[in-house]
Each structure stands twice: as C-alpha cells, then as structure tokens.
C-alpha cells in the first residue's frame, strides 16, 4: 500500500505566501517524478510543477517567478513554496508521484487527496 498524504494549505490573503508538503509512504523502493498540480471549481486538473528525481523542474508559466518546487532530504517528500499568492492561484493541490513498489518493482503513478489553497482578494 502506498500513500501520499499533502498538508500545508490554508486560506491566504493575496500577496502572502504558503508552504505546501506530501510525503509518499508504504511499500516504497523508488521515487522518481514528483509533482503538483491544482483544480478549480468548474475547470480542468492541470500541472502546476514537478521536480525529476535528479533535480530537474518545470512550472506552469502562470506561476513561472512566484512557487518553487523542491524535494526534500527524504526522497519521498516534495515541497511547493508559493510566493505572491493571487486569487486565481485558489484550488484544490494535488500531489502525484511515480513509485516503484517494493516488492513487484513495477512503477505506478499516485494522488494524493488534496489539499484546499484560498486566495482572497
């Protein structure tokens, strides 16, 4: 069984920050792409950033400058730090990971169960 549990989000005024976490736990041999993404109300989950197991990122162009995506020392957490918080930034986040399972070796793709980011104006 593998899980990945998000904290961290909260209700913001815009221009503030938040520090979203997931930690991936289970049975666990390997992480390698670790991302968010986000889904408001009435629109399509889409990508918000992700961080190879080598370091490597890539933003949405609508948050390019503001979040920062980072892995921690434990390979299976991921952090997004969100600076300059706009009301259009509200959503649900989501955290996904690739895992190769412990035991088979075969690599699946996870969610977590999100967690609620608000930005008032």
């Known amino acids: 069984q593998v899980q990945l549990v998000e904290s961290g989000g909260g209700l913001v005024q815009a221009g503030g920050s938040l520090r979203l976490a997931c930690t991936a736990s289970g049975s666990i041999l390997s992480t390698a792409t670790m991302g968010w993404y986000r889904q408001a109300p009435g629109k399509q989950r889409e990508l918000v950033a992700s961080i190879t197991s080598g370091g490597s990122t890539n933003y949405a162009d609508s948050v390019k400058g503001r979040f920062t995506i980072s892995r921690g020392n434990a390979e299976n957490t991921v952090y997004l730090q969100m600076n300059s918080l706009k009301p259009e930034d509200t959503a649900v986040y989501y955290c996904?990971?690739?895992?190769?399972?412990?035991?088979?070796?075969?690599?699946?793709?996870?969610w977590g169960q999100g967690t609620q980011v608000t930005v008032s104006s």
């Open positions: 996904n990971a690739d895992i190769q399972r412990l035991r088979t070796l075969v690599w699946y793709n996870y």
